[in-house]
T-cell receptor, first 114, second 110 residues
Framework: NAGVTQTPKFRVLKTGQSMTLLCAQD?????MYWYRQDPGMGLRLIHYSVGEGTTAKGEVPDGYNVSRLKKQNFLLGLESAAPSQTSVYFC?????????????FGDGTRLSIL | AQRVTQPEKLLSVFKGAPVELKCNYSYSGSPELFWYVQYSRQRLQLLLRHISRESIKGFTADLNKGETSFHLKKPFAQEEDSAMYYCALSYGGATNKLIFGTGTLLAVQP
């Protein structure tokens, strides 16, 4: 039971390069989320999706784009990476059935922008 | 605006001592609160949610709306409790977005 899988686990980029982080979940969850975690700041929501084909902005969306073409996948794109985007990125998913349901997290992607 | 505050970055206790990790929140609606834990080299996982009023691994947390707090407690700490603990508030209605506190690192000394 994989749950939420993130690829890659680590990546180093140069300023200005682009890349896509992949999140895949096998729990048939409707909701998916992308967070970034920085020292001393906890996790902050970048973008989220409430279903296939839908996306919405979170707290810190600038510099990122997302797509949810398939229900099980949620992609996070950096079009032109900046050093300020050096962070650990977490994906999460959640069922839409019932209140107080927890989000399930992936292992994270550690991204360094030089 | 909603906010979650965890005032302690680090809490160091000895094995067998009581533990209280503090969490205060600010939210105009009816709060849905969670505690998540991240053990070394493991993914973030749910520990407790306030609606369940359950005890997990000896931890409990009570929602106090008057004090807007959701402190995490355990009467006798174990070394395996050492981890990063995050308090989180669900907001945004059906979208169930989470806002996290900055986390508290619990270190249980032998």
């Amino acid at each position: 039971n994989a749950g939420v899988t993130q690829t890659p686990k680590f990546r180093v980029l140069k300023t200005g390069q682009s890349m896509t982080l992949l999140c895949a979940q096998d729990m048939n969850h409707e909701y998916m989320y992308w967070y970034r975690q920085d020292p001393g700041m906890g996790l902050r929501l970048i973008h989220y999706s409430v279903g296939e084909g839908t996306t919405a902005k979170g707290e810190v969306p600038d510099g990122y784009n997302v797509s949810r073409l398939k229900k099980q996948n949620f992609l996070l794109g950096l079009e032109s990476a900046a050093p300020s985007q050096t962070s650990v990125y977490f994906c999460a998913s959640r069922t839409d059935r019932g209140r107080n349901q927890p989000q399930h997290f992936g292992d994270g992607t550690r991204l360094s922008i030089l | 605006a909603q906010r979650v505050t965890q005032p302690e970055k680090l809490l160091s206790v000895f094995k067998g001592a009581p533990v209280e990790l503090k969490c205060n929140y600010s939210y105009s609606g009816s709060p849905e609160l969670f505690w998540y834990v991240q053990y070394s080299r493991q993914r973030l996982q749910l520990l407790l949610r306030h609606i369940s009023r359950e005890s997990i691994k000896g931890f409990t947390a009570d929602l106090n709306k008057g004090e807007t707090s959701f402190h995490l407690k355990k009467p006798f700490a174990q070394e395996e409790d050492s981890a990063m603990y995050y308090c989180a508030l669900s907001y945004g209605g059906a979208t169930n977005k989470l806002i996290f506190g900055t986390g508290t690192l619990l270190a249980v000394q032998p």
